[in-house]
């Protein structure tokens, strides 16, 4: 249920993610994922209930949807291009 709820998470968080990265370089993508992973990792650490588990889980998602944007981008960067 937990890997549900993130792929969930993750699937919603995507598109807005990929929206805001289009402004920001990849070095601020990373810290921004660095510090979400941080975040869920705590309350996942420390939960005596559903209620952290949940916030850690939701938290988990939308590091997994920035970070799955900064491999997006490295990728697109490293693409060789066609000249014509």
Do not use: E, F
Request: proline share 5%; with cysteine.
């Amino acid at each position: 249920m937990v890997l549900v709820a993130m792929n969930a998470i993750y699937a919603l968080a995507t598109y807005p993610a990929g929206v805001l990265s289009d402004s920001r370089n990849r070095l601020s993508i990373l810290a921004a994922g660095l510090v979400l992973l941080i975040c869920a990792d705590a309350p996942l650490a420390q939960a005596d209930g559903l209620g952290p588990i949940a916030a850690g889980v939701a938290l988990w998602g939308v590091h997994m949807a920035r970070r799955r944007l900064l491999r997006a981008s490295a990728r697109r960067a490293a693409k060789p291009r066609l000249v014509l």
